[in-house]
Each structure stands twice: as C-alpha cells, then as structure tokens.
C-alpha cells in the first residue's frame, strides 16, 4: 500500500476541520430538536435542556471557533475540554439520547496535549457507553442493567482506545513525512543554489583556462621563434660578418656564404614547422640522442668548433613535449656558444635514468656571473658563454620550456672558467622503441 501524497495529506486534513468546525454544531442541533419532541411527547419542560444545549453551543463557539490562536495553548484547551465534559455529562443525566452530540467530543480530544489525550478519549468513551445503556442509572439498576452498562463502557473505551492508537501513530507517521518533506524541499533549494554556484564556477574556469590557453600558447610562439627564427638570423648575420672579414680569401669568404644560404633555408623550414605545432625535423628522422648528435654535428660543422656527444644509460623514447623541450635546450645553449662564449671545444652529455633524463651542456669559453644574469634579463640569452646584448630571451626560453614539461633547469658559470647547464625532466616513457 503507497503511502499518501503530501497533497492527499492536506485534503484529509481540510476534511477534519470542516468536521470539528461543523458536525459538533449540526449534533447539538439534532439533541436539541429531538429533545424537544421527547420532552413534548412525555409531557415534561424542555427549557433546562434547551439552556444546557445553548450553553454548549457558546462555549465551543465563544472557547474554540471564534479564537483559534486559543486552541494550541495547552491550559486553554484543557479548560475547554474540561468544561465541554461537564456540560455533556449533565445532559447525559437529564437526556441519555444527548449521546448523539458527546461523540464529537472525540475530535476535540484528539487536540488536547498528548498526555491528557487518552484521558480525554476514555471520558468521551465512558459518555457515550453511558448513552448507549440508557444513562447513568442502568450503572446501579444491578443484575442485567450494570452488565449491559459495563459492557457498553468497555466497548467504546477499547473501540476508542484502538482509534486513539491508530490515530497517534498516523499522526507521527504524518509529521515524519512533512518533516522528509520540508528536508527534502530544503536540499533541493541547497541543489539549486550548488548548481547555480558550480555554473559559475565552471564559466570562471572555462574563461580561466581560455586565459592560459592563450598565454601559453604566446609563450610557446615566443619560443618557437626564438628557437628557430632568432636563432636562425643570428647564426646568418655572424656567417655574413664572417663572409665580409675573409674578402680577401675567396675560398672562405665562400664557405661562410654558403652557410648563410643554408642556415637561412633551414631556419626557414624549421619555422614553418614551428608554426604548424609539428615536432623538430630532427626528431622526426631519429631518437632523442640522434636528433642531438645530428644537430651537434651540424652545429660544429658551421661554427668549426669541436663537438663531443656523449649518451649514457639504455636510450628510450618520451613523451614528445620533453624530447622537444631537450632539443630546444641544445639548441639554444649551441647558439649561445658560437654567440657569446668563444670558446674552443663543447661536450654534450644526454643521460638516461631510470627516473629522469639529463642533458648536460659544456664549454671552454669565457663564462659569466649567474648571480648577475639573474638579475639582469640582458644576460638571458647568454647561456653558455658571455653577457649577451640586450632584451635576450635564451634562459628564459629554456627555462620555461624545462620547467613546462615538470623538469629543471640549472646554470653554473663563472667569468674565465667557462659554463655548464643542466636540464632534467621526469621519465614518463611512451611507446616501444623501434
């Protein structure tokens, strides 16, 4: 069986006090009438009854239907059951037929405070038995009389009692599902507000996260082009300069040109690709350590300066993002050298670890105070090597390209002793090797 909706609720509640508001009226009403035509047939006054029904009458309308806010007072509504009782008791001694209106005491009882609601309930029970029996007088008439009277008694006190109970425990089971109700109205409205919340809260972060989308992808613009096309016409000015300072020898005024050319076509494809997001043209013909060892050798051949690429450790591949952040990292610190460093020989070292991959970066040449590079963005280009002009970007670069792939970046140099780097990043191995 379903349990009742809380609008079946409120309908049977509309209905109970239509009842307490109307039927105890309506049966005063018909005792007062058929009071009237017994009294008449039997020849005897009716006026005292009349009164007494009168009385009833004002004191439910005067104690219960004109002050409501009276009837949840607890003295005020044991005083006016109290009175209701006496008034009904006085007509069931003049009238036993007055029963017809005593039961609608029933309903005021159930208003009355739960510990005085079963006394109530019996008093209206002892009531209407009383009527049924005949009055108060079949309780001493003795024999036949006094059993028919106990037994009416004791049928409306148990026939009450099973409504009380039956009665308590729907009210209770009422209160717990308005209470369920109101509980459940109440997270519904915390629901509502979560939602709106959380609705806000994801735009913030989608406008958070287009915010950094976008700044990252300017760094990462920055980058590529200071990896490709910076670099690239840096190393086509220094081959020019070279080009114009060997006038005098063809051979090698030629050399330098045709480095420039080539540099300047290569700088050129690699910031294509830079722009299209695709991987490094070196990476994408060999490993990590090939692609290393290739640019070195290009590197050496254009600058003529010895490059020594070491590998230690079982080669494997990672993850795209730190095998381009390494590459860019050499590259950088190879561009420093030929700019800054004048230095005589390199050694480039790619180590492989079991948590972590380490690219080490050497050179001869002059160094620098890394203590005054960190205060002087001038200096962060010169990686490896010398102070370089102002408004470099290389240790900027590298750094963030390091720390982006959760890594570490760290220089030590110091003037006429030359300079290292080394950048590490964590292992997250993809793939098999080929």
Same mark, same amino acid.
């Given at each position: 069986?379903?349990?009742?909706?809380?609008?079946?609720?409120?309908?049977?509640?509309?209905?109970?006090?239509?009842?307490?508001?109307?039927?105890?009226?309506?049966?005063?009403?018909?005792?007062?009438?058929?009071?009237?035509?017994?009294?008449?047939?039997?020849?005897?006054?009716?006026? $005292?009854?009349?009164?007494?029904?009168?009385?009833?009458?004002?004191?439910?309308?005067?104690?219960?239907?004109?002050?409501?806010?009276? #009837?949840?007072?607890?003295?005020?509504?044991?005083?006016?059951?109290?009175?209701?009782?006496?008034?009904?008791?006085?007509?069931?001694?003049? !009238?036993?037929?007055?029963?017809?209106?005593?039961?609608?005491?029933?309903?005021?009882? @159930?208003?009355?405070?739960?510990?005085?609601?079963?006394?109530?309930?019996?008093?209206?029970?002892?009531?209407?038995?009383?009527?049924?029996?005949?009055?108060?007088?079949?309780?001493?008439?003795?024999?036949?009389?006094?059993?028919?009277?106990?037994?009416?008694?004791?049928?409306?006190?148990?026939?009450?009692?099973?409504?009380?109970?039956?009665?308590?425990?729907?009210?209770?089971?009422?209160?717990?599902?308005?209470?369920?109700?109101?509980?459940?109205?109440?997270?519904?409205?915390?629901?509502?507000?979560?939602?709106?919340?959380?609705?806000?809260?994801?735009?913030?972060?989608?406008?958070?996260?287009? %915010?950094?989308?976008?700044?990252?992808?300017?760094?990462?613009?920055?980058?590529?082009?200071?990896?490709?096309?910076?670099?690239?016409?840096?190393?086509?000015?220094?081959?020019?300069?070279?080009?114009?300072?060997?006038?005098?020898?063809?051979? %090698?005024?030629?050399?330098?040109?045709?480095?420039?050319?080539?540099?300047?076509?290569?700088?050129?494809?690699?910031?294509?690709?830079?722009?299209?997001?695709?991987?490094? %043209?070196?990476?994408?013909?060999? #490993?990590? /350590?090939?692609?290393?060892?290739?640019? @070195?050798?290009?590197?050496?051949?254009?600058?003529? $300066?010895?490059?020594?690429?070491?590998?230690?450790?079982?080669?494997?591949?990672?993850?795209?993002?730190?095998?381009?952040?390494?590459?860019?990292?050499?590259?950088?610190?190879?561009?420093?050298?030929?700019?800054?460093?004048?230095?005589?020989?390199?050694?480039?070292?790619?180590?492989?670890?079991?948590?972590?991959?380490?690219?080490?970066?050497? /050179? !001869?040449?002059?160094?620098? !105070?890394?203590?005054?590079?960190?205060?002087?963005?001038?200096?962060?280009?010169?990686?490896?090597?010398?102070?370089?002009?102002?408004?470099?970007?290389?240790?900027?670069?590298?750094?963030?390209?390091?720390?982006?792939?959760?890594?570490?970046?760290?220089?030590?140099?110091?003037?006429? @002793?030359?300079?290292?780097?080394?950048?590490?990043?964590?292992?997250?191995?993809?793939?098999?090797?080929?």
């Amino acid at each position: 069986m379903s349990n009742p909706s809380p609008n079946q609720l409120n309908m049977w509640e509309h209905r109970e006090h239509f009842a307490v508001a109307v039927l105890p009226y309506a049966m005063l009403a018909f005792t007062a009438v058929l009071t009237v035509v017994i009294r008449n047939s039997a020849h005897e006054t009716w006026l $005292i009854d009349l009164a007494l029904c009168g009385l009833a009458a004002v004191w439910m309308l005067c104690l219960y239907t004109l002050v409501p806010a009276w #009837r949840d007072r607890t003295v005020n509504q044991t005083v006016f059951f109290t009175g209701l009782v006496a008034i009904m008791t006085v007509l069931i001694i003049r !009238d036993p037929w007055a029963g017809f209106f005593t039961f609608s005491a029933y309903f005021f009882a @159930a208003r009355l405070p739960r510990r005085w609601r079963l006394l109530g309930v019996a008093a209206v029970a002892v009531l209407t038995g009383t009527s049924q029996a005949g009055g108060f007088a079949a309780a001493t008439s003795g024999g036949l009389g006094s059993f028919l009277y106990t037994g009416f008694v004791l049928v409306n006190l148990v026939v009450a009692g099973a409504f009380s109970w039956f009665g308590w425990v729907s009210e209770a089971q009422n209160k717990r599902r308005a209470q369920m109700v109101d509980d459940l109205s109440e997270a519904n409205r915390r629901l509502e507000a979560t939602l709106v919340e959380n609705a806000g809260l994801h735009e913030q972060l989608v406008t958070q996260a287009r %915010e950094a989308g976008v700044l990252d992808e300017r760094q990462r613009m920055a980058r590529e082009i200071h990896d490709t096309l910076a670099q690239g016409l840096a190393g086509i000015i220094t081959q020019l300069q070279a080009a114009e300072e060997a006038a005098h020898d063809p051979a %090698e005024r030629r050399r330098h040109f045709d480095a420039a050319v080539n540099l300047a076509r290569d700088s050129l494809t690699e910031a294509r690709r830079s722009v299209d997001a695709l991987r490094p %043209e070196p990476l994408e013909q060999a #490993r990590l /350590d090939g692609a290393l060892r290739a640019v @070195a050798e290009s590197w050496s051949a254009l600058n003529a $300066i010895p490059v020594q690429v070491t590998t230690t450790g079982t080669a494997r591949p990672l993850e795209p993002e730190a095998e381009l952040a390494l590459l860019r990292t050499a590259q950088e610190a190879l561009a420093n050298v030929a700019k800054h460093a004048g230095a005589s020989r390199v050694g480039l070292t790619l180590s492989y670890m079991d948590d972590e991959v380490v690219l080490d970066v050497r /050179d !001869d040449g002059q160094g620098f !105070d890394p203590a005054l590079a960190s205060r002087e963005p001038a200096y962060a280009g010169g990686v490896a090597g010398g102070a370089a002009p102002a408004g470099g970007f290389g240790l900027v670069a590298m750094r963030q390209r390091i720390e982006g792939v959760s890594g570490l970046l760290q220089v030590e140099s110091e003037p006429g @002793a030359g300079t290292a780097i080394s950048a590490s990043v964590p292992v997250q191995e993809t793939g098999s090797l080929a």
